[in-house]
């Protein structure tokens, strides 16, 4: 039967208010994907790069350190590749000075970096003990970035709870934990606030919830499926909003800074941009991932579709409510409009298609997506298994957050490229030319009117890369971990990153093309320098054991062979 003009009419009315309404938002069938594009940032971009206590400090146990969850959790046998641990990682606690010198030389106007809850408040709680030894580290640090016109951006949260919270209250599945981590932040903004501007409350958000609390992938290690992420970042958003608010009514006149947060993204294109399932799909997928905490932040509530979703499959399942946990009308209009800014990290992209789960096999926050990811073969793959390099997908997550959520002020929190271990060449052909694109299609986003203010290449230094231990290095700088002294080398990204910096932004062809040229000139010395590495380290350690043991003997045997003689004089 051929259908009737009229009901053709209809349909046809409603693909187009279909349309209509998603081209208010983000336009998903949009597909080009424009060449290079030579231009500056604004002026006073902000360029940076970042690190987080657990993965750089090291000092585990130093100086009245309480143990946080990443320190249980590394120690257990299995759960980190080959057993690694982050106890002295880059050792970062004793060679800040160093390390502020290196982004000095690379002239950064912005570090970002952690501060470890547990080694300011040992067990967690203000009330019982403040060690003022941890606060005295943060200090000298704030003061040399300061002293050094480089910008502190600072996060709160980066993973590494303290663990006697995890013991006693279980962690982020416990709301008490909302006022514990009021109680440090506010501590935070008394003793450093006076020089720090930029507060970042909650790093990736996504990963506590989803892998330390549903996979059990990260510290502490839980898998509680199908509630155990969406209770975990229920608290983490009420946690946030809090401490917003503290800072709101107590500091922020004084001492006039902002408070935000840093979430992580992946972007998710349609397999098929003309295939409405297709797209629906995709943006199902960033609304479970940056939409989760983002749009409670901006709008008071989770996305629509997150409650459709889990609400309908935990009905399937024979529960009587969603396992996605409800915020109350007080709660929503104290949580929205609680940023300041969006930190965003940002480091590749799917493909996402439409793929049914049934409730009730094995419900997980991943099945409850109805969604499958997919890769291009053909998509760069130099380091971590998940991390393919797909520039646009950077642009198109800028131009989403910009239409989602009305324009906000974005600091890029994290990006960057690892490489294998084994990798020891500094010579990072393949990371400069992600930052040159990945940065390249921020600039076309800010040229679209996203209003990016900076960008934070991750990381400044090979560091502990939580389950994959040392194996995957994000660094500028290469980290010889077999050294005790843990030396740093500049890989070749750290000229290129120096001169993209110290040009805000592309100049021309001409000039990009000899950073790079120059980048890999400067590089095969700092290669030599590393392959001499390993006799340097065996020539320390002759000067530092065997000479002084030797030296020992021999006074020793001397004063043996006086004492014979002077008895046979006797
Ligand atoms: C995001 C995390 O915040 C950071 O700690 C980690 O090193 C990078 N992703 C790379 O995986």
């Known amino acids: ?6 009901t053709l009419r209809t349909f046809h009315l409603l ?63 299995g759960k980190i590749h080959a057993n690694d ?62 002293e050094n016109k480089i910008t502190p951006i600072v996060t709160l949260y980066h993973w590494d709870l303290p663990q006697v919270l995890q013991e006693k209250h279980g962690g982020w599945q416990n709301v008490s934990m909302v006022n514990y981590f009021n109680d440090f932040a506010n501590l935070c903004f008394e003793r450093f606030g006076n020089r720090v501007k930029y507060w970042i409350t909650f790093n990736n ?36 909003a809090k401490v917003w608010h503290t800072y709101d009514t107590q500091w922020r006149s004084k001492q006039k800074g902002l408070v935000g947060i840093s979430l992580t993204a992946d972007w998710g294109e349609p397999v098929d941009v003309s295939n409405q399932r297709d797209i629906e799909a995709a943006e199902r997928y960033i609304q479970f991932y940056l939409g989760w905490f983002a749009t409670p932040l901006f709008s008071g509530d989770y996305p629509q579709v997150m409650k459709d979703y889990i609400g309908r499959k935990s009905g399937q399942q024979g529960l009587g409510a969603s396992r996605l946990p409800v915020f109350s009308p007080q709660e929503k209009s104290y949580i929205k409009g609680t940023c300041d800014f969006l930190g965003l990290g940002h480091f590749t992209t799917r493909y996402v298609t439409m793929k049914n789960y049934p409730a009730g096999l094995g419900d997980s926050y991943f099945t409850d997506r109805d969604l499958a990811e997919l890769v ?51 010579c990072d052909d393949w990371r400069m030319k992600y930052y040159k694109d990945y940065i390249n299609e921020m600039l076309k986003a800010v040229k679209d009117g996203v209003n990016v203010k900076g960008y934070t290449a991750w990381s400044l230094l090979d560091n502990f890369e939580w389950d994959e ?8 700088f290469y980290v010889d971990f077999r050294n005790k002294n843990k030396p740093r080398y500049p890989k070749a990204s750290v000229q290129f990153y120096k001169r993209l910096i110290s040009s805000n932004g592309f100049p021309n062809q001409r000039e990009v093309d000899i950073w790079k040229r120059k980048a890999v000139e400067t590089c095969s010395s700092s290669n030599q320098l590393l392959a001499a590495d390993p006799l340097i380290g ?26 014979f003689l002077l008895r046979g004089r006797l």
């Open 538 to 563: 065996h020539m320390e350690m002759v000067t530092e054991i065997v000479v002084p043991t030797v030296c020992t003997l021999c006074i020793l045997l001397s004063a043996v062979f006086l004492m």
């Open 205 to 240: 958000p996504w990963s506590v919830a989803v892998e330390g609390y549903e996979t059990g992938e990260h510290a502490p290690g839980l898998r509680l499926k199908g509630s155990g992420a969406y209770r975990t970042a229920h608290h983490i958003i009420k946690a946030h």
């Open 376 to 426: 291009d073969p053909q998509w760069p793959d130099p380091g971590s298994e998940w991390l393919y390099s797909v520039p646009w997908g950077f642009r198109r997550l800028l131009n989403f957050v910009k239409s989602q959520y009305g324009n906000p002020m974005i600091y890029v929190t994290e990006n960057g490229v690892s490489e294998k271990m084994l990798c020891t060449d500094l």
């Open 85 to 146: 641990t982050g106890d002295t990682s880059c050792d970062g606690y004793y060679k800040f000075k160093d390390d502020v010198a290196l982004m000095k030389d690379m002239k950064l106007n912005h570090y970002r970096f952690s501060i470890s809850w547990p080694r300011i408040l040992p067990t967690g709680r203000k009330s019982e003990h403040i060690n003022e030894r941890g606060i005295k580290y943060y200090d000298n640090l704030i003061n040399m970035l300061l």
């Open 1 to 6: 039967m051929q259908p009737q003009p009229c």
């Open 469 to 476: 231990g040392f194996s995957e290095r994000f660094g500028l």
């Open 15 to 77: 693909v187009l208010v279909i349309c209509i309404s998603a081209s208010e938002d983000f336009d998903w069938t949009r597909s080009e994907r424009s060449a290079f594009h030579y231009g500056t940032f604004p002026t006073g971009f902000s360029w940076g790069a970042g690190s987080s206590a657990y993965q750089t400090e090291g000092a585990w146990n130093v100086d009245g350190k309480g143990v946080s969850i990443w320190d249980s959790f590394s120690h257990k046998k």
